[in-house]
T-cell receptor, first 116, second 112 residues
Framework: NAGVTQTPKFRVLKTGQSMTLLCAQDMNHEYMYWYRQDPGMGLRLIHYSVGEGTTAKGEVPDGYNVSRLKKQNFLLGLESAAPSQTSVYFC???????????????FGPGTRLTVT | AQSVTQPDIHITVSEGASLELRCNYSYGATPYLFWYVQSPGQGLQLLLKYFSGDTLVQGIKGFEAEFKRSQSSFNLRKPSVHWSDAAEYFCASMEYGNKLVFGAGTILRVKS
């Protein structure tokens, strides 16, 4: 049981390039989230999904797109990277409503992205 | 919208000393509250959570937190800090839709 995994771990992009971050979870969780972490700002929600085929905007969605084609995967895309998107990106998942569930979100190890 | 405030950006304590990390939330009803810990270069790990009931909750690694509605606070405590507790700590509340709102974090340094 790997939990939540993220690919890649590190990436350097030039301004204007595009990329996709992959999040995978093997816990059969319905809900998945993408956060970005910046110094002094905690984690901020970018987009989230409450089930396969659904996505919704979070607090800071501009410049990002997401897709949830399979229940276990949640992709975060940057179509045209900007230096302001230099950050550490975390994926998380949870399964609210299951018996004994604590609403805990399980986090991946993060992806460190630098945009030059 | 909900907000979570962690007033202390950095805290330094001596090993073996007690610890209290502050957290204040803004929410009219009883919130769902969490404390997470992040070691350098790692993801976040849940320490403890509060939903309802007993206002003093116990977590992993010897941590506890007390929910005080009158003060809108959910402070994290540990009676004796170990060097391995050095990390960044995040308080969070849950919004509708199971979305977490995080505080800015408190970096804990432990002096030997």
């Amino acid at each position: 049981n790997a939990g939540v995994t993220q690919t890649p771990k590190f990436r350097v992009l030039k301004t204007g390039q595009s990329m996709t971050l992959l999040c995978a979870q093997d816990m059969n969780h319905e809900y998945m989230y993408w956060y970005r972490q910046d110094p002094g700002m905690g984690l901020r929600l970018i987009h989230y999904s409450v089930g396969e085929g659904t996505t919704a905007k979070g607090e800071v969605p501009d410049g990002y797109n997401v897709s949830r084609l399979k229940k276990q995967n949640f992709l975060l895309g940057l179509e045209s990277a900007a230096p302001s998107q230099t950050s550490v990106y975390f994926c998380a998942s949870t399964a609210p409503g299951l018996a004994g569930d604590s609403y805990e979100q399980y986090f991946g190890p993060g992806t460190r992205l630098t945009v030059t | 919208a909900q907000s979570v405030t962690q007033p202390d950006i950095h805290i330094t304590v001596s090993e073996g000393a007690s610890l209290e990390l502050r957290c204040n939330y803004s929410y009219g009803a009883t919130p769902y509250l969490f404390w997470y810990v992040q070691s350098p270069g790692q993801g976040l790990q849940l320490l403890l959570k509060y939903f309802s009931g007993d206002t003093l909750v116990q977590g992993i690694k010897g941590f506890e937190a007390e929910f005080k509605r009158s003060q809108s606070s959910f402070n994290l405590r540990k009676p004796s800090v170990h060097w391995s507790d050095a990390a960044e700590y995040f308080c969070a509340s849950m919004e509708y839709g199971n979305k977490l709102v995080f505080g800015a974090g408190t970096i804990l340094r432990v002096k030997s």
